[in-house]
Every structure is written in structure tokens, then in C-alpha cells.
């Protein structure tokens, strides 16, 4: 059974700032992996995702990285601002692609 | 094109009572998804379909009931609500595996069951 953790639990830090999220799953076995984003009383909404042949995306300031045998991922995040802050969720999919586990994410907190 | 939509938005049962909850996307997708969320906890998977007339449970189905009649709606049931069924419930649509296909969400249900 596939089981995801996330570090940190949460994280507060000054506008600006490079940060590091990680995730870590059991299985390696994963089809794709998706970091995901959530602002409270929301839903989810996606970020990045990474397929099993790649290694990293990137978009705009966010860019993933994936080791699939070591069962890692980590999202970085250049020069945050305070509209970054929010609960930064990842999920492998299984290797049939379709169910995704989803880690307990990672609350960020931006201070101006 | 609204997305991924849920009805209703809130809902407050008692222990014993029933309901639905209702999923609908007009993205024609393939694959959809009943996810349960609480406190300091990831979204765990309920039940998911994929395709219409089909369903599957996922990784927390007890107590839960689902049909797939159309492809555009997904509604899922709960026969005699429980307080450990006290959540947030997010539906999700994504299309067929295969590509670089993404999920997407609905802004989610808050039950509360006394």
C-alpha cells in the first residue's frame, strides 16, 4: 500500500525567500506524480505535474523534481511572496495511472 | 464550462440519516473520483469510477454507496450517516490515463453529522 509523507508539516517564512518542500512515498512503482495546491476552504488546484520518464518540471517560479527510486519528490518555490501561502499537497499515481494517494500536505505561511 | 461542480456546498445530518452528494463536470471526462478529507490528513480516496455504468471502491468505501448513471455526474450516497463521516468530500474528473492528464477539482462538500 502506498503511503506518502510530507516535511515540513508547515512552514513559515519572510517574503523572498527560496524554500524546499519534500515528499516521500513507499511505493516507487508510481505512473506520474502531481503537486497540488490548496487554499483554505478550497479545492485542490494543480501545480505541477512530472511523468515517470521525467525528472523535473517547472513552471513560472515552481519547479519539481522526482527521484522515483529513492521514492522522493520536492517542490521548490524561488523568491516567495505572501500569495504563495497555502497547503502545497503531492500524490503519486499507481503504475496504472489512475488512483492517486495524496500526502497531508505542507502549510506554508509567506509573511510580507 | 463550470468545471467540476458539487451540490450542496454544506450540509448538517443526523446520526441515522441519509443523503447524496452530487458531482457533475462538463469537461467530458473519463475518470472521476469521491475523496474524503480531514484534519492533518491527505485526501483519502472513497470511491472512483471509470467510465459511466462503472464503479470501484478506493482506499475508505465503508459506508459509502455510489452510481455512475451518467457520464457527466457521479453522486455518491450515504445510507445512514455516521459522525465518523463528519468531512469535507471533494469530487475530481480527469480525462482517460495514458498522457500528461491532470485531475480537477470541485470545490467541495462540508458534511457535519451530529
Known amino acids: 500500500k502506498q503511503e506518502v509523507t510530507q516535511i515540513p508539516a508547515a512552514l513559515s517564512v519572510p517574503e523572498g525567500e527560496n524554500l524546499v518542500l519534500n515528499c516521500s512515498f513507499t511505493?516507487?512503482?508510481?505512473?506520474?506524480l502531481q503537486w497540488f495546491r490548496q487554499d483554505p476552504g478550497k479545492g485542490l488546484t494543480s501545480l505541477l505535474l512530472?511523468?515517470?520518464?521525467?525528472r523535473e518540471q517547472t513552471s513560472g517560479r515552481l519547479n519539481a523534481s522526482l527521484d522515483k527510486s529513492s521514492g522522493r519528490s520536492t517542490l521548490y518555490i524561488a523568491a516567495s511572496q505572501p500569495g504563495d501561502s497555502a497547503t502545497y499537497l503531492c500524490?503519486?499515481?499507481?503504475?496504472?495511472?489512475?488512483?492517486?494517494?495524496f500526502g497531508p500536505g505542507t502549510r506554508l505561511s509567506v509573511l510580507p | 464550462n463550470a468545471g467540476v461542480t458539487q451540490t450542496p456546498k454544506f450540509r448538517v445530518l443526523k446520526t441515522g440519516q441519509s443523503m447524496t452528494l452530487l458531482c457533475a463536470q462538463d469537461?467530458?471526462?473519463?475518470?472521476m473520483y469521491w475523496y474524503r478529507q480531514d484534519p492533518g490528513m491527505g485526501l483519502r480516496l472513497i470511491h472512483y469510477?471509470?467510465?459511466?455504468?462503472?464503479?470501484a471502491k478506493g482506499e475508505v468505501p465503508d459506508g459509502y454507496n455510489v452510481s455512475r448513471l451518467k457520464k457527466q455526474n457521479f453522486l455518491l450516497g450515504l445510507e445512514s450517516a455516521a459522525p465518523s463521516q463528519t468531512s469535507v468530500y471533494f469530487c475530481?474528473?480527469?480525462?482517460?490515463?495514458?498522457?500528461?492528464?491532470?485531475?480537477?477539482f470541485g470545490p467541495g462538500t462540508r458534511l457535519t453529522v451530529l
Open positions: 475530481a474528473s480527469r480525462p482517460t490515463s495514458g498522457g500528461p492528464d491532470t485531475q480537477y
Open positions: 511505493d516507487s512503482a508510481i505512473y506520474n
Open positions: 512530472i511523468q515517470s520518464s521525467q
Open positions: 500524490a503519486p499515481t499507481d503504475n496504472y495511472g489512475q488512483n492517486f494517494v
Open positions: 469537461m467530458n471526462h473519463e475518470y
Open positions: 469510477s471509470v467510465g459511466e455504468g462503472t464503479t
